[in-house]
């Protein structure tokens, strides 16, 4: 069974940092590319970032510089790194991997940035 369960989401000042994680299980993780989504609320989901099997990595363009892509193939982790959050970062963030026609998802983590 493959599983992807993201952590780390949680309330955040604007400005602060945050850490998302994403641990999968069930398939043969160095082999896929793995991405992070979010959906806020009342918009479509959107790509964040990604990461591929041989470490090449590409960001939504306006967020390049705050935000960093990184796996860990020895802990089957992909990472999400936020840097100087903002009101507008508020969403369910979800990490995906995919591989060909082999498409799945996690859950999602909420990461709400507010005062």
């Known amino acids: 069974q493959v599983q992807l369960v993201e952590s780390g989401g949680e309330l955040v000042q604007p400005g602060g940092s945050l850490r998302l994680s994403c641990l999968v299980s069930g398939i043969q993780f160095s082999d896929y590319v793995m991405s992070w989504h979010r959906q806020a609320p009342g918009k479509q989901r959107e790509w964040v970032a990604l990461i591929t099997s041989g470490g090449h990595i590409n960001y939504e363009q306006t967020l390049t510089g705050r935000f960093t892509i990184a796996r860990d193939n020895a802990k089957n982790t992909v990472y999400l790194q936020m840097h100087r959050v903002k009101p507008e970062d508020t969403a369910v963030y979800f990490c995906?991997?995919?591989?060909?026609?082999?498409?799945?998802w996690g859950q999602g983590t909420q990461v709400t940035v507010a005062s």
């Open positions: 995906r991997a995919n591989r060909n026609t082999e498409d799945y």
